[in-house]
């Protein structure tokens, strides 16, 4: 039996034309095959971990000429490289001439070395970390010394058609202590490109070299030319000490590429604009006084336009910016759910592939069409989502929420109707700076409450992204006031216009942020007493002890408003939900991982304390592998068995 833990990935073909969908690679439990290239029309380079040693390497995969009369029923890869590490990341340029990949190695060691050292390590028997300097760990691991290196390398093909290196690959960050991509999200895809000619390459690394890059957001790109040798990487954003990341080169000029960039320092959560880079360090920042924050650029394949990604009142969508060098307009293409990961058709500029999802739709790949037209062309899921019952809706309406301005919510009915009283399912986002997304989630999503008969909403307060940058900021120094008082006038409306709601079978559950207002809730008579019980997974209890201990400081002094703990005490404990203990009274449910270095498990543990201690029915549920989400699949049935169970038997 597999293990249910895992899962296989696999590579499959789908003709455009007839939908035909072939299944390229065999799949095997526990393997993933990911990250590929199309070299031409019968030649494929991605990543996988089929090779013997278990280990994570460059295959390559040969089509047959005519694949659909093909008898065979998997095609076997071919195995191009066989180090003694992961290769994590993979990149090809349009040439098929370089590729770029990333190996965690030691700053000033090779490959080999860095296996050797990490054996020698091992085999001594003992476990222990040493540090001087931050980060001690991010997001879920210790940062012990092995760090994400790009390596660059010349491909061939033999006379057999297979690939093989042609030169030694060069660490472009060898003696540098820093990551690319960059920790705890990044990857080649966006932070990585190969200029036209692949010729140049272009790389977004962060400064992991001193303490500050625990309370520092800036990243920059570098550049390095590889038509000669010995060429060092230039740094072409140094002058900007918030966020240059994202590099993505012309395909038709090698001396323009395009960046996100943010102005702000130690705001993640700025906004980011795009940037156009000539080559010549004259930059351009294109539709500036336009309040969107774009989060994923693609270059239409004639280098004259641009498609952008970007959250839109609560919706992720995606823009056409032509005449990217003339008179530039732009257009919506796609208005609904949350679409992400164009990939351009490589001769019709016009039309594109890209995800697409909703809440009431899982993720599906979709063909956009020059006549604007969209259509899905895979449905995996569909035979699954006939078995399971979902709500065929989810709405939006609005409300006057604090200082008058306008606030958005969701609303989804329970599956089985609204003809009868139904309790209520309140979803506090985390975030801050965040939104419900009209996206499908493995983590929260509406649906698994509204099948069990609740009635779900969810309100995007003071803070959330996809309104405009003023709404984002507008949390800075109010965590415990205007998002609060948006969730008291957003649930009151609610209860008004959604008259099946049955008021008094309510809870309240967040996470993150959305767990630090469960407490801050708790705390509140005037809200807390509405709720029937409050459930709060890896949410801060402590605001000054969490400005001690997170790993990214940046956060909690930027939305403070600008303060370490120690300079200003008084803006940590502000709306500091610990002071308020006394007033709590509403049975709890806390949810943590261990592995969760964002908000420390000791913050929800000492939640659990005060709770126990003041004598209220509460119960803590611990993932001992899990970090600030729940990813193991069994895990998340187990979440979801614990939470409705416990809301359950607060609302029967």
């Known amino acids: 039996m597999p293990d249910l833990r895992g899962s296989t990935t696999t590579l499959h073909w789908l003709d455009l034309e007839t939908n035909n969908n072939i299944q390229l690679t065999r799949p095997i439990w526990g393997i993933h095959d990911r990250q590929f290239f199309w070299i031409d029309n019968d030649t494929i380079l991605f990543l996988s971990n089929r090779a013997s040693s278990g280990l994570t390497q460059i295959f390559q995969l040969m089509l047959p000429v005519d694949l659909l009369k093909a008898t065979t029923t998997f095609i076997e890869p071919i195995q191009i490289t066989n180090y003694s590490l992961n290769i994590d990341n993979l990149l090809v340029n349009r040439q098929a001439s370089r590729l770029a990949f990333s190996c965690q190695v030691y700053p000033n060691l090779t490959i080999e070395e860095t296996f050797t050292r990490k054996t020698t390590e ?105 038509s000669k040798s010995g060429q060092s990487s230039v740094c072409i954003t140094c002058d900007n000490l918030a966020t240059d990341t994202d590099p993505s080169y012309s395909p038709t000029d090698d001396n323009v590429l395009v960046y ?12 980011f604009k795009i940037k156009l880079y000539n080559g010549s360090n004259s930059r351009i920042t294109l539709l500036d006084d336009w309040d969107r924050s774009i989060q994923a650029v693609t270059w239409s394949f004639d280098g004259q336009s641009l498609f952008l990604e970007l959250g839109e009142e609560a919706r992720h969508v995606i823009y056409h910016l032509f005449n990217l060098f003339t008179s530039q307009s732009l257009t919506r293409l796609v208005s609904n759910g949350t679409s992400r990961d164009v990939n351009v058709h490589p001769m019709n500029s016009r039309m594109f592939i890209f995800t697409h999802q909703s809440f009431i739709e899982p993720i599906n790949i979709y063909l956009y069409s020059s006549d604007g037209s969209m259509r899905s062309i895979t449905d995996h899921n569909q035979a699954l989502l006939a078995k399971v019952n979902m709500s065929s809706m989810a709405e939006t309406f609005s409300f006057s929420g604090a200082q008058g301005d306008e606030v958005w919510g969701w609303h989804m009915p329970p599956s089985n109707g609204t003809d009868k009283r139904a309790p209520l399912a309140f979803l506090i986002h985390g975030g801050p700076q965040s939104s419900w997304y009209d996206a499908w989630s493995y983590r929260w999503n509406f649906q698994s409450f509204s099948s069990q008969g609740y009635a779900v909403i969810a309100i995007n307060f003071h803070g959330s992204d996809s309104y405009g940058q003023n709404f984002t ?12 008082e948006d969730l008291q006038l957003g649930l009151s409306y609610a209860l008004k216009k959604f008259s099946y709601i049955d008021p008094n079978r309510a809870v309240a559950l967040g996470a993150s942020y959305g767990g630090y207002m469960i407490y801050w809730i708790a705390g509140h008579p005037e809200m807390s007493l509405r709720f029937k019980t409050l459930i709060s997974h890896n949410g801060v209890f402590d605001t000054r002890a969490m400005g001690y201990s997170t790993e990214e400081l940046w ?60 004598g209220i029915e509460s119960w803590l549920v611990y993932f001992p592998s899990e970090n600030h989400w729940i990813l193991n ?18 609302t029967n």
């Open 260 to 271: 996100r960039s943010q102005s702000k320092q130690g705001y993640e959560s700025d906004q």
């Open 555 to 614: 956060f909690t002094e930027h939305d403070v408003g600008g303060y370490t703990p120690w300079s200003n005490p008084d803006a940590y404990e502000l709306y500091n939900p610990v002071h308020h203990v006394a007033n709590w009274t509403q049975p709890m449910l806390i949810i943590l991982g261990a592995h969760d270095y964002r908000v420390p498990e000791t913050q929800g543990i000492s939640a659990f304390n005060a709770l126990q201690r003041r």
């Open 473 to 484: 900021d507008s949390i800075i120094g109010e965590y415990g006031s205007l998002p609060f």
């Open 633 to 650: 699949p069994l895990h998340s049935l187990a979440w979801y068995e614990q939470v409705l169970g416990w809301i359950y038997k607060w």
């Open 122 to 226: 091992k085999n001594s028997g003992r476990t222990v970390y040493q540090f001087d300097k931050l980060f001690i760990r991010h997001w879920d691991e210790y940062m012990i010394g092995p760090r994400h290196h790009p390596f660059l390398v010349s491909i061939e093909r033999q006379a057999n058609r297979i690939f093989k290196f042609s030169s030694e690959p060069i660490d472009v960050l060898f003696n540098v202590d820093s990551d690319s991509p960059t920790r705890p999200f990044g990857d080649a895809k966006t932070q990585w490109s190969f200029s036209a000619t692949g010729n140049s390459f272009a790389y977004t690394r962060q400064y992991d070299e001193t303490s500050a890059v625990a309370w520092s957001t800036n990243m920059d790109i570098y550049t390095i030319d590889l």
